[in-house]
């Protein structure tokens, strides 16, 4: 039987296609000009072990004044891809060049990078050309998360790599201009997997949960090799960003995993991070998730070392995201993707009031990740939803464009790809200006 993650919409495309000048039902705003690029694994010997282990294949529409100029699709041509490297040279040494960056795709410095977090990221152009693998001019020693934080007050990139052998987790900053600036361990207790963090303006929240690095499952080559354990404490680690080599604070949690969060931001004497829950992960094998996640909130008190968990929203839904500008700072509204027996959703959370508005897509239409554009230069107030919507029935994908702010409104824009994109992973608007 094939495995799940190779059938449907999950089953990779074979060709990289570029068409011009896609149809469009509605309108597209004509303040969005730029390019939403979106990555997820894509098996260019069409299977993987896992669903996470394909390479990456990254999707990207061309939006400009109103147009929808082009649609490409590229693999990301890794010494994975093209060599068949794997991360573990000859010599026994960590080849962080070799992997499959299939999991974000970001801007920084100037820079659009393809990442997963067992590598090195890989430069791309906005064409999907792969320029190679980034190592910050060589400073870079470690793999780096595919979730990097750009603080929105300093332009600074921050971000942690986390390996299975010592140190088992290290913390990176680079400046607003790309330069690589501090790196150092973070002390944890074993090699856990770590896929996303948090950042506020004063502090950077990491996630030490009890999903560790499972040495039979990697000898295996069954897929994940990370299994949950009952012993392992989670905790949350709090690093203040301005003693960024001090020590590093830790607050006991209920034993969860957490893929992603929302945000976080400070408040006086207190942290508050939202993020999405689940209760347990890989607890029998990681070849599928135990239950589905919903949003919590913990807010950290900083003068009692106390933690309050609080789940926000019984919806299942998971890809949070807000709008950037506001990463770190007290963002008000938060977005999320519900996608699961044949129905899917976007969600638009208003963490200020606990209210949520949705926009329910027709039975079998299948969102991914939303990400969001601004319409404006103002950071939380107007602008649109995007993401590629699965159509089982004409076996066919749409860029689908919503008003965030009256989300259950029809699209305002639907445009018609010339295929399916595979169900992916994360990211990008990234506009021109
Ligand atoms: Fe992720």
Known sequence: ???????????PVSEELTEYELPCTGSIPGELTGWYLRNGPNPHAAASKHWFLGDGMVHGVR??????????????????FTDGARGIDAQGRRDFTAGVANTHVVRHAGRTLALVESSFPYELTCDLDTVGPHDFDGKLTTAMTAHPKTCPVTGELHFFGYDFREPYLTYHRAGADGTLE???????????????FALTAKHV?????????DLPSAIAGTGMPFKWSDDYRARLGVLRRDDPHGAVRWFDIEPCYIFHTLNAHDEPDRIVLYAFRYRSMWRADSQSFDE?????RWTLDLATGGVREEQIDDRAAEFPRIDDRLAGLDSRFGHATVAGDGHGALLRYDLHT?????????????????????ADETPGGDGYLMTYVYDPGADRSDLVILDATDLAAAPVATIHLPRRVPYGFHGNWLPDH
């Open 292 to 296: 589905p996640a919903t949003l919590w």
């Open 63 to 80: 939006l400009e004044g109103g147009r929808a100029v082009s649609y490409r699709n590229r693999w990301v041509r890794t010494s994975t």
């Open 1 to 11: 039987m094939t495995a799940p993650h190779l059938t449907g919409n999950y089953a």
């Open 182 to 196: 501090l790196s150092r361990p973070i002390d944890v207790p074993a090699a856990t997997m770590h896929h996303d």
């Open 354 to 374: 606990g209210g949520r508005t949705a926009h329910e897509f027709a039975d079998g239409r299948i969102p991914a990740e939303a990400a969001f554009a601004p």
């Open 205 to 213: 929240v990491f996630l030490d949960l009890p999903v560790l690095f």
